[in-house]
């Protein structure tokens, strides 16, 4: 079970940013597709969760509107899109695979992330 992502990106500020993560091992749809980004220097920062059996996004306030989540099915590939880049979003981005803990009602006692891509540098420079 792996997930692998793509290489690292330079970008100027304004531009948008695309990044990959190939899910192989397991049943891709089974798992949401967490994303997490760590700048230099800062704790990780959860960005938000695809849903790759139905496309459902959810996204962290602070990336709403700039950021975009999809999924390939066919190649099992979860990707990232960042636009209108600014300095501060230069960081390392994860995606990590993820699934919940129910208790017998069926409220979701953890979300876990337990698969974690290799991680892929985002540098954003004029």
């Known amino acids: 079970v792996q997930l692998v992502q793509s290489g690292p990106e330079l970008r100027n500020p304004g531009a948008s940013v695309k990044v990959s993560c190939k899910a192989s091992g397991y049943t891709f749809t089974d798992y949401y597709i967490d994303w997490v980004r760590q700048a230099p220097g800062q704790g990780l920062e959860w960005m938000g969760r695809?849903?790759?059996?139905?496309?459902?996004?959810k996204y962290a306030d602070k990336f709403w509107g700039r950021v975009a989540f999809t999924v390939d099915t066919s190649t099992n590939t979860a990707n990232v899109e960042l636009s209108n880049l600014r300095s501060d979003d230069a960081a390392v981005y994860y995606c990590a695979r993820t699934f919940h803990r129910f208790r017998r009602d069926r409220i979701v006692v953890a979300t876990i992330l337990d698969i974690w891509g290799q991680g892929t540098q985002v540098t954003v420079s004029s």
């Open positions: 695809i849903d790759p059996e139905d496309g459902a996004t």
